[in-house]
């Protein structure tokens, strides 16, 4: 297997040349077997990877609010609401137990 060294001016959107130019290979077949491989690739994803994912995805889901709810949190910003000490105060502590904080 030969690697070529690719100056990025290749890589650009629009760029006139076909991989087959880049690599110099007149072959017009698609991708051939190579002696010794053992099969298709295979892609494992970390426990960690799935967590993370499944994470994202709950965020997803958390986001789509009703658009009353919507309001209503707009509102009371308008009103002040999240001036107040009291208020301050149990935001804080909510965003400190969600665990969403890094530090």
Do not use: C
Request: hydrophobic residues 35%.
């Amino acid at each position: 297997m030969t690697i070529h060294d690719l100056a990025a001016s290749h890589l650009r959107a629009g760029s006139s040349l076909r991989p087959k130019e880049l690599n110099g290979s007149k072959e017009k077949d698609g991708p051939k077997a190579v002696d010794g491989a053992k099969g298709p690739d295979k892609v494992e994803i970390s426990a960690e990877a799935k967590l993370l994912a499944a994470q994202a995805e709950g965020m997803e889901e958390r986001a789509e609010m009703p658009e009353e709810r919507v309001m209503e949190i707009r509102r009371w910003i308008a009103d002040g609401y999240y001036d107040l000490p009291t208020t301050v105060e149990e935001v804080a502590r909510r965003i400190f137990a969600s665990g969403d904080l890094d530090y």
